[in-house]
């Protein structure tokens, strides 16, 4: 009788700890799609990534760079003072998005020019993403802006 629940108790073990490692298996696969890692231009730069892979890229759009070509393809160059990449995307800009201010995008790096499937521009005068004010104060080029209110 001891040995009966002996072996059941282990049984019940076994059988939740396979159960765990199925879950975990589960959401690390539908994960993994949705995991895109940031990098600063001059991280591009340095250390261009595979075509296949998509990231985000983030910093200020250099002033002059801004093209609209025909449709709505836009190109202009992304820069974090110690690189700047050139930007494709193919779509409609969100309405605050212009030169000299901060942007982050979701895209490939193709032939050297990062071709972008979404742009996320900041939202009032002074926001600029966590990820771009870290890689510019990295740079050493970040100024805080005015605590004007």
Do not use: C, W
Request: proline fraction near 4%; charge should be negative.
């Amino acid at each position: 009788m001891k040995n009966l629940k002996k072996r059941r108790r282990i049984q019940v073990i076994v059988v939740a700890f396979v159960a765990l490692a199925v879950s975990t298996a589960l959401i690390g696969y539908a994960m993994r799609d949705g995991i895109n890692f940031f990098r600063s231009p001059s991280q591009v730069a340095e250390a261009p990534p595979d075509a296949s892979e998509v990231f985000r890229i983030g910093g200020l759009v250099e002033e002059g760079t801004l093209v609209r070509g025909q449709g709505e393809t836009v190109t202009f160059s992304v820069t974090d003072g110690g690189a700047s990449i050139k930007v494709a995307y193919t779509g409609v800009l969100p309405d605050l998005f212009e030169e000299n201010q901060g942007m982050v995008g979701t895209g490939r790096y193709i032939n050297g020019v990062f071709e972008a499937e979404e742009i996320l521009a900041k939202h009032d005068e002074t926001y600029m993403p966590k990820e771009v004010v870290d890689a510019l104060k990295e740079q050493g080029v970040y100024v805080e802006p005015d605590a004007e209110s």
